[in-house]
């Protein structure tokens, strides 16, 4: 069984920082993908920024410059800077393994006010 586990959401005004923490744990195969996406009610989950085999990053286009991705082993961190209303969402961590796993946590609520 594996578990992911998201921490540091919270609150902030625009502008603001917050740093979001990821942790996997369990039985799992090599991790070739590890990231963050998003959800705001009524709309499809989106990524937000995502990390490859070798450490290659990806970033959605509405986040470039602000969000930065990170990670070792099996965590996965997001520094997320100069926020606005428009990052409110639910943030969820993504791990996927070479065994086919496509793992979720539970999410976390980054809340941006005006």
């Known amino acids: 069984q594996v578990q992911v586990v998201e921490s540091g959401g919270g609150s902030v005004q625009s502008g603001g920082s917050l740093e979001l923490s990821c942790a996997a744990s369990?039985?799992?195969?090599?991790?070739?993908?590890k990231g963050w996406y998003r959800e705001v009610a009524g709309k499809a989950r989106e990524m937000v920024a995502k990390?490859?085999?070798?450490?290659l990053a990806m970033y959605a286009d509405s986040v470039k410059g602000r969000f930065t991705i990170s990670g070792e082993s099996a965590r996965v961190y997001l520094e997320m800077s100069s926020l606005t209303p428009e990052d409110t969402a639910v943030y969820f961590c993504n791990v996927k393994d070479t065994g086919a796993g496509d793992y979720w946590g539970q999410g976390t609520q980054v809340t941006v006010s005006s």
């Open positions: 990390l490859g085999l070798g450490g």
């Open positions: 369990g039985s799992f195969h090599q991790i070739v993908e």
